[in-house]
Antibody, heavy 117, light 107 residues
Framework: EVQLVESGGGLVKPGGSLKISCAAS????????MSWVRQTPEKRLEWVAY????????YFPDTVKGRFTISRDNAKNILYLQMSSLKSEDTAMYYC??????????WGQGTLVTVSA | DIKMTQSPSSMYAFLGERVTITCKAS??????LNWFQQKPGKSPKTLIY???RLVDGVPSRFSGSGSGQDYSLTISSLEYEDMGIYYC?????????FGGGTKLEIK
């Protein structure tokens, strides 16, 4: 069974940094592209980062480019999202997503990030 | 960026009714479209990929169609468990973009 378990969310001050993780199990993690997607309190979904299976290619939308970094440890089956210069508008539930068929296939349960003074 | 316009934003329907939700892309997305269902307090669940291909285990009352810029998700006979928010996503090009969501409630 595919499992994606996010962790590391919490309360952080504006301008601060946070690194969240996603532990993957039940599939060959190193064979799949992965993404991070966030959902705002208003329930809007936004894709925020992509990494290919080998970790050599990454993409970000302009809203987080230069502030967020995505990485993976294929030996430990863990996906990371390093977030810096955080803003209030980064407050959201962050989901780890496994790709398949090109698009999104499996979602984790999410970890909540709150940016507030 | 490709804009995904989803409609309606909310709707009520009767049990057993046929329901259709649409997504219009601002350009051709070559059928690289997902549909997701999100129930209250849960993470999204993938229903359809490549515009019309049902994910294993998803009930056959769900179907997807469309091409070019215009896509739709249809529930052939609404069941109570189908209540939730539905989203589309284009993955033809970066940045991937979502529709604004359709909140489906039972009358």
């Amino acid at each position: 069974e595919v499992q994606l378990v996010e962790s590391g969310g919490g309360l952080v001050k504006p301008g601060g940094s946070l690194k969240i993780s996603c532990a993957a199990s039940g599939f060959a993690f190193s064979s799949y592209d992965m993404s991070w997607v966030r959902q705002t309190p208003e329930k809007r979904l936004e894709w925020v980062a992509y990494i290919n299976s080998g970790g050599g290619s990454t993409y970000f939308p302009d809203t987080v480019k230069g502030r967020f970094t995505i990485s993976r440890d294929n030996a430990k089956n863990i996906l990371y999202l390093q977030m810096s210069s955080l803003k209030s508008e980064d407050t959201a539930m962050y989901y780890c997503v496994r790709h398949d068929y090109g698009g999104f296939a499996y979602w984790g349960q999410g970890t909540l990030v709150t940016v507030s003074a | 960026d490709i804009k995904m316009t989803q409609s309606p934003s909310s709707m009520y329907a009767f049990l057993g009714e046929r329901v259709t939700i649409t997504c219009k892309a601002s350009q051709d997305i070559n059928s690289y479209l997902n549909w997701f269902q999100q129930k209250p307090g849960k993470s999204p669940k993938t229903l359809i990929y490549r515009a019309n291909r049902l994910v294993d285990g998803v009930p056959s009352r769900f179907s997807g169609s469309g091409s070019g810029q215009d896509y739709s998700l249809t529930i052939s006979s609404l069941e109570y468990e189908d209540m939730g928010i539905y989203y589309c996503l284009q993955y033809d090009e970066f940045p991937y973009t979502f529709g604004g969501g359709t909140k489906l409630e039972i009358k």
